[in-house]
């Protein structure tokens, strides 16, 4: 989000540049109602494009962050899985020990 904002500060000078380029004579008293509408009108394009990269990025938020859970939830399976591994291994190596030294 933060390059989001640089990136639209960025655009927003360029477009101040622009403007003072193109009309250099200009005053608060030349401001017509078609300066208004273009104002108006590059302010719901910034907010549109704005709200669709925001949809887009916390998207793709969520998904690495469910990622990242579920990596951490089949890390837990795993040594689960070991744990019983080494325990079953460790009472069949019981198992076959008292097999082989039978007590009488």
């Given at each position: 989000?933060?390059?989001?904002?640089?990136?639209?500060?960025?655009?927003?000078?360029?477009?101040?540049?622009?403007?003072?380029?193109?009309?250099?004579?200009?005053?608060?008293?030349?401001?017509?109602?078609?300066?208004?509408?273009?104002?108006?009108?590059?302010?719901?394009?910034g907010l549109i494009i704005g709200g669709i990269l925001g949809y887009l990025s916390k998207g793709s938020a969520i998904k690495a962050e469910q990622k990242k859970k579920e990596f951490?939830?089949?890390?837990?399976?795993?040594?689960?899985?070991?744990?019983?591994?080494?325990?079953?291994?460790?009472?069949?190596?019981?198992?076959?020990?008292?097999?082989?030294?039978?007590?009488?």
């Amino acid at each position: 989000m933060k390059s989001l904002s640089i990136t639209g500060i960025i655009l927003l000078a360029l477009s101040v540049l622009l403007f003072y380029l193109t009309s250099p004579n200009f005053t608060v008293n030349d401001l017509k109602m078609s300066h208004i509408m273009g104002i108006l009108g590059g302010i719901g394009i910034g907010l549109i494009i704005g709200g669709i990269l925001g949809y887009l990025s916390k998207g793709s938020a969520i998904k690495a962050e469910q990622k990242k859970k579920e990596f951490k939830q089949l890390q837990k399976d795993k040594e689960e899985l070991e744990k019983q591994a080494a325990e079953l291994a460790k009472r069949e190596a019981e198992f076959h020990s008292q097999n082989q030294n039978p007590q009488i």
